[in-house]
């Protein structure tokens, strides 16, 4: 994997441990960033419940579970995959790595 084949999503300081943020790149759907200790995960920030910003949501650092705000859905972090109702669909993540302090998410996940 070189630098090319990656796009620069945010630094990792920018990530408070144990929380998301929001990250909006031109061109691509919102990202939510989470950071559990030196590990990093990426997803679409949109709810596939509804019109809610999981960056938002209480992340459960035990789990790797995203909680939406608005109904209290979940996702987990590290695939996706539902892990709470009312969700049915899971959330698109992206392979995410950490170099020099940067985030980066790969160009063939967009
Ligand atoms: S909008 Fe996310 S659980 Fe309803």
């Known amino acids: 994997m070189t630098l090319v084949d990656l796009v620069e999503v945010c630094t990792l300081s920018e990530v408070p ?3 998301g943020i929001k990250i909006t790149i031109e061109g691509l759907p919102a990202l939510a960033v989470y950071r559990v200790g030196e590990e990093v995960f ?3 920030d ?3 419940h509804g ?3 999981l960056s938002e949501g209480e992340l459960d ?5 995203i909680e939406c705000p608005f109904h209290q859905g979940g996702f987990d972090i590290r695939t996706g995959s539902v892990a709470g109702a009312p969700c049915t669909r899971p959330i698109r993540v992206y392979e995410a790595w950490i ?5 980066y998410i790969k160009k063939q996940d967009l």
């Open 17 to 19: 441990d144990g929380e």
């Open 42 to 44: 990426v997803s679409d």
């Open 46 to 48: 949109l709810c596939t």
């Open 51 to 53: 019109d809610a910003s």
């Open 61 to 65: 650092i035990e789990d790797y579970v």
């Open 99 to 103: 170099k020099n302090g940067l985030v």
